[in-house]
């Protein structure tokens, strides 16, 4: 198995992006506790060196197992969404402008919340239209880089767009592009999701990337997720990407990145 924890190249609000900041050091340390990978939550990837990342994660050996973008929404409202046609182009341009980092490492871009939450007014399917608009454009400008999208199906708390595999596998429908798939996400899939596993079974070979976090979004091992039971079923589709740790800094940050490695390593799945 190959494993990956959360690390915000910059602050931010989000919760369960597990480290934030200290680029260099956090990297060291998660290294040192035997990840394999650092998935890294950038806002703008103009903050960002590719020199720098590569550095950084070259020395300590560590791949980049995926882009998440949603700061872009937590931090400054970009929505593919919006009723303002500036904000959709703001946020469109944002995520296309990660293309050439994603393809640099050869990493998926997460499509979390820049998807925004339909406002006051706006019907349903307006926003599935404009969504399903912003996509194809990104798509069709990142199969040109070889690179991938990976749409996260989020619980019902935190929008009203898109809340299982079912709605993700409708939406990859619409939108029509190889390169467009899923990222699931232990903790929404625990909320949202009638069985996890006949869920991770039906998105199968769409699933680009995958997130771990146990049901109250501590690490694993300290809630009820079955993770043997969800892992098993995750590398029976054929998945060989990463088990990428998306979990509340509790009680810290450190303490949450050994628990989890200390819990999922013995589970010896692949
Ligand atoms: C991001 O990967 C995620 O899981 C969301 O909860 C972001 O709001
Ligand atoms: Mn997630």
Redesign the pocket.
């Known amino acids: 198995m190959k494993l990956s924890v959360v690390l915000s190249t910059h602050a931010a609000k ?1 919760e ?1 992006a597990t480290f934030k900041g200290d680029l260099a050091a956090n990297v060291a340390r998660i290294a040192g506790w035997g990840y394999d990978g650092v998935e890294l939550a950038i806002r703008d990837p103009k903050l960002v060196s590719g020199d720098e990342l590569a550095a950084v994660l070259d020395a300590h050996g560590l791949t980049l197992p995926a882009i ?1 973008t ?1 700061q872009a929404w937590g931090e400054e409202r970009l929505s593919f969404t919006s009723a303002d046609p500036t904000i959709r182009r703001a946020a469109i341009e944002r995520i296309k402008s990660h293309i050439p980092l994603a393809a640099r490492f050869n990493a998926p871009v ?1 499509l ?2 820049i998807r925004g939450i339909t406002p006051a007014g706006q019907g349903h399917e307006t926003s599935m239209a404009y969504l399903v608009e912003a996509l194809r454009e990104c798509a069709a400008t990142a199969a040109a880089a070889g690179v991938r999208y990976a749409l ?1 199906p ?1 619980n019902r708390y ?1 929008t009203d767009l898109i809340h299982t595999v079912a709605d993700g596998l409708d939406l990859i429908e619409r939108v029509g592009a190889s390169n467009f798939g899923l ?1 699931l ?1 232990t ?2 899939m625990n909320i949202e999701e009638p069985s996890i596993e006949a869920s991770i079974r039906l998105a199968g070979d769409r699933i680009f990337h995958f ?1 771990v976090a146990d049901s109250n979004r501590w690490y694993p091992g300290a809630g009820h997720v079955d993770f043997r039971s969800a892992l098993e079923t995750l590398y029976a589709t054929g998945y060989t990407g990463f088990v990428s740790g ?1 979990f509340l800094p509790k009680p810290d940050a450190a303490t949450a990145a050994q628990k989890a490695i200390a819990y999922l390593r013995p589970l010896d799945i692949r």
């Open positions: 989000f369960a998440g949603g997460i979390g919340l996260e989020l935190e990222l996400d903790f929404h997130h998306e």
